[in-house]
T-cell receptor, first 111, second 112 residues
Framework: RKEVEQDPGPFNVPEGATVAFNCTYS??????FFWYRQDCRKEPKLLMSVYSSGNEDGRFTAQLNRASQYISLLIRDSKLSDSATYLCVVSSYSSASKIIFGSGTRLSIRP | EPEVTQTPSHQVTQMGQEVILRCVPI?????FYWYRQILGQKVEFLVS????????KSEIFDDQFSVERPDGSNFTLKIRSTKLEDSAMYFC??????????FGPGTRLTVL
């Protein structure tokens, strides 16, 4: 089983739609969880950290389910500028400083 | 807003040559990292650096690779004898604690 697994997509949704991504991780001892976005040929940019209690930042909501080893990201009222690859990122069980990237889920928002 | 910077943005080199990729992390950050991303593939961890020493490295980070913090601001990745398969985007990142990491724009390395 891959350490961090994501549906590669692509997800192609109309502007204004709500879209959800899921991610599973293999090691129950993982400590920290993040969502990054990456535009084509650019660096990953931190979107949000994911806490056990869940967190929301504007149109974005992230949830963590430690029992199922599952992380989700919900984007409401999607904009054209949300088109990107969304990367699920999990800290290594061996070191909180080493983070492991999923392969990413590609999202394309159409007008 | 402070950001991580990297130079050069693109480096072309011949196989077997040495390259040094440079990074200036965010100034009050204490943890520094290098990652690579081969075109079309996922971002892969190479090495983390804290308190002037390597804290963790991956299987990719073999004897051909080394890192250094030569002064108070720069953080470098050296590849001693480049191979074709070293062609990739190399990202530097930094963090204040061992949590959220912020990435530089990357150096595209092309080995011919």
């Amino acid at each position: 089983r891959k350490e961090v697994e994501q549906d590669p997509g692509p997800f192609n949704v109309p502007e204004g739609a709500t879209v959800a991504f899921n991610c599973t991780y293999s090691n129950s001892a993982s400590q920290s969880f993040f969502w990054y976005r990456q535009d084509c040929r650019k660096e990953p940019k931190l979107l949000m950290s994911v806490y056990s209690s869940g967190n929301e930042d504007g149109r974005f909501t992230a949830q963590l389910n430690r029992a199922s080893q599952y992380i989700s990201l919900l984007i409401r009222d999607s904009k054209l500028s949300d088109s990107a690859t969304y990367l699920c990122v999990v800290s290594s069980y061996s070191s909180a400083s080493k983070i492991i990237f999923g392969s990413g889920t590609r999202l394309s928002i159409r007008p | 807003e402070p950001e991580v910077t990297q130079t050069p943005s693109h480096q072309v080199t011949q196989m077997g040559q040495e390259v040094i990729l440079r990074c200036v992390p965010i100034s009050n950050h204490l943890y520094f990292y290098w990652y690579r991303q081969i075109l079309g593939q996922k971002v892969e961890f190479l090495v983390s650096f804290y308190n002037n020493e390597i804290s963790e490295k991956s299987e990719i980070f073999d004897d051909q690779f080394s890192v250094e913090r030569p002064d108070g601001s720069n953080f470098t990745l050296k590849i001693r004898s480049t191979k074709l398969e070293d062609s990739a985007m190399y990202f530097c990142a930094s963090s204040q604690t061992s949590g959220e990491q912020f990435f530089g724009p990357g150096t595209r390395l092309t080995v011919l």
